[in-house]
């Protein structure tokens, strides 16, 4: 059963009440139906490892090919299979070498997966980013689609970047400027991921222009 981000009127009428702005963009997109990834955390970790750097389609490949070896993604699956194994479903020999390593941090209890689930944002972050082959910006998705986290706004997300320009007509998002908006959404910050996604793909009536210079325009998305 697929999974969306779930919010309702109390987040859109917080949003709307602090920035007209934002409550016109909230206007013209309507409600945004944001699909979910697995609630398993670890799973989620290892999926985005093999998703960076390769498309869509090569990534559900990929992952389906894992699934067939090791029956499901999980610390002890992962443990027991031989890198080789590994790079045998499509998976660079970087990227086994950080899930391999992943596995054996938290079978060991090197790295307490569960914990967290229960740490703040910043700490769960801070946690996250620290195992090799994640970064902060991995970790914050981490945090939005899979576990749900209410007030996740990456600055280094740069299609929020494009929503911000196109949103606020600013030809560039100082990190003054992020920060401002960040205390702005709060506690509804992944909320206003959402919106800030929808208007930076340049698909809805009413924005369509991004306000960057030209050069700045060509820098691809992550969202």
């Given at each position: 059963m697929t999974r969306y981000f779930e919010y309702g009127d109390e987040e859109i009428a917080y949003l709307k009440s602090r920035d007209k702005k934002l409550a016109a963009a909230i206007?013209?997109?309507?409600?945004?139906?944001?699909?979910?990834?697995g609630d398993d955390l670890f799973a989620g970790v290892v999926h985005h490892i093999v998703g960076q750097q390769i498309?869509?389609?090569?990534?559900?490949?990929v992952w389906n090919r894992l699934l067939g070896t090791l029956g499901d993604v999980s610390?002890?699956?992962v443990h027991a299979a031989t890198e080789a194994e590994l790079q045998a479903c499509g998976i660079t020999f970087k990227k086994a070498a950080y899930i391999k390593g992943f596995a054996e941090k938290v079978v060991s209890g090197a790295f307490d997966i569960d914990a967290v689930e229960h740490?703040?944002?910043?700490?769960a972050i801070a946690a996250l980013s620290a195992l090799p082959g994640?970064?902060?910006?991995?970790?914050?998705?981490?945090l939005l689609f899979n576990l749900g986290r209410p007030d996740i706004l990456s600055f280094g997300d740069l299609a929020i970047?494009?929503?911000?320009?196109?949103v606020y007509h600013h030809r560039k998002v100082t990190r003054k400027m992020f920060e401002k908006y960040r205390r702005r959404y709060s506690p509804?910050?992944?909320?206003?991921?959402?919106?800030?996604?929808?208007?930076s793909h340049m698909d809805v009536p009413g924005y369509?222009?991004?306000y960057a210079p030209k050069n700045a325009r060509k820098q691809k998305s992550k969202a």
């Open positions: 206007d013209a997109v309507g409600h945004v139906y944001r699909e979910m990834e498309s869509s389609a090569a990534m559900a490949t610390p002890e699956t740490m703040s944002d910043a700490d994640i970064g902060v910006w991995t970790a914050e998705m981490l970047h494009r929503g911000m320009r196109m509804y910050g992944s909320v206003a991921s959402l919106y800030l996604w929808a208007i369509d222009r991004d």
